[in-house]
């Protein structure tokens, strides 16, 4: 019994803490037609003056797409760090570190989760301003 209780409290610690680059945008229909990437203005430092930024990512439309989902690799230490799924052509990608240079690209998938196209990848590194950055599919 104990152990029930404590794997309860810790499926309920972990569901409550759910990231925010996981959260997930509404359905909408959106048209972007280059894959590029522009600067804005806006930054945040934590409290430990590592510094982060937020960028939004736009998405091709994809005839037939229930939702894209996107895939941030970490280029410059090797590894993938962050996926999520978005029910519109649009989702922030949020807690890039400045200076690390990341690669990003996504999927459109249907209802039945087949893979209906795929982008291609664009590489933007962490800076400080936001970033906008458009995927077309293949």
């Known amino acids: 019994m ?12 972990l569901t409550t803490a759910t990231p925010t680059f996981a959260q997930e945008g509404q359905k909408a229909n959106e048209s972007t037609s280059n894959t590029q990437s522009k600067s804005l203005s ?9 510094e982060f930024q937020d960028i939004e ?8 797409a229930d939702r894209y989902k996107w895939v941030r690799y970490n280029v410059t230490d090797g590894y993938e760090d962050a996926s999520g799924t978005s029910y519109s ?7 890039l570190r400045v200076g690390k240079l990341y690669r990003i690209h996504a999927y459109a ?7 209906l ?5 664009v590489e933007v590194r962490g800076e400080r301003g936001e970033t906008v950055i458009f995927l077309n599919f293949r």
Do not use: M
């Not at 209780?5 to 499926?11: C, G, Y």
């Not at 806006?42 to 590592?50: H, I, K, P, R, V």
């Not at 990512?57 to 037939?64: D, H, I, K, L, N």
């Not at 998938?109 to 893979?115: A, F, G, R």
């Open 117 to 121: 196209a795929v982008s291609n990848p």
């Open 57 to 64: 990512v736009r998405f091709g439309y994809v005839s037939g």
């Open 42 to 50: 806006n930054s945040s430092t934590t409290s430990n003056d590592e």
């Open 89 to 95: 052509t649009s989702s922030k990608i949020y807690s």
């Open 2 to 13: 104990k152990k029930f209780v404590t794997a309860l409290a810790t499926l309920a610690l």
């Open 109 to 115: 998938v249907d209802q039945n989760n087949n893979v």
